[in-house]
């Protein structure tokens, strides 16, 4: 018979437990009768998963430096020469980072669409971005040094005003392209 009283303490100490939980939540006993209770003082919010998203491979390769400084041909005021090396050096950029987005490509069509729930998303799920995150952030460092590079050689060929307008047309596309970088470091491969 003693294990009724050990029985009827643990209980007592579990509800009294949850109860001053609750309160401490604002959901004290008197706070959980009727609609009005629990829609005012409510649960606390559940956590939000959200998977990100990414940029398509096109809109990436559609807004390089290269291409960004020759729409800005008549601010930066480039001579015919100039145009047409930043066309070469577009031309060359078109080609790198087409190279570099074949494979992000790829791994981002097999990736289902970002969701945004208080469950966590599935096992298959989170295996396809761990298994294609990796493969896209290979690439965005790709493009990344691809871009630096092209940057460079532009910038050589510009001086005085032209060049510090390309230099802040650079750091806003920089800018950019880390940004999209950013949410692919969220998935790391497991190094063995």
Request: proline share 9%; glycine share 10%; net charge neutral.
């Given at each position: 018979m003693r294990a009724i009283p050990s029985l009827f303490a643990a209980v007592t100490i579990v509800v009294c437990a949850s109860a001053s939980t609750l309160a401490a939540q604002g959901m004290g006993m008197?706070?959980?009768g009727g609609m009005?209770?629990?829609?005012?003082?409510?649960?606390?919010?559940?956590?939000?998963?959200?998977?990100p998203s990414f940029p398509r491979?096109?809109?990436?390769?559609?807004t390089d430096v290269a291409k960004?400084?020759?729409?800005?041909?008549?601010?930066?005021?480039?001579?015919e020469a100039q145009a047409a090396a930043i066309g070469a050096?577009?031309?060359?950029?078109?080609?790198?980072?087409?190279?570099?987005?074949?494979?992000?490509?790829?791994?981002?069509?097999?990736?289902?669409?970002?969701?945004?729930?208080?469950?966590?998303?599935?096992?298959?799920?989170?295996?396809?971005?761990?298994?294609?995150?990796?493969?896209?952030?290979e690439a965005m460092?790709?493009?990344?040094?691809?871009?630096?590079?092209?940057?460079a050689a532009a910038l050589a060929l510009l001086e005085g005003s032209a060049r510090d307008r390309a230099q802040g047309i650079w750091a806003k596309r920089r800018g950019q392209l880390l940004d999209w970088r950013?949410?692919?470091?969220?998935?790391?491969?497991?190094k063995r």
């Open positions: 008197g706070g959980m009005g209770g629990m829609g005012q003082r409510g649960l606390p919010p559940q956590p939000e998963f959200r998977l491979a096109n809109e990436i390769a559609a960004r400084l020759l729409g800005e041909r008549g601010k930066l005021q480039l001579t050096i577009a031309d060359t950029l078109l080609t790198a980072n087409g190279d570099a987005l074949v494979g992000y490509d790829e791994a981002q069509r097999r990736l289902k669409p970002p969701t945004t729930s208080s469950t966590p998303p599935d096992a298959e799920t989170m295996r396809s971005y761990r298994t294609a995150m990796p493969v896209m952030l460092d790709r493009v990344v040094a691809n871009e630096e590079r092209a940057a950013k949410p692919l470091e969220v998935v790391r491969p497991t």
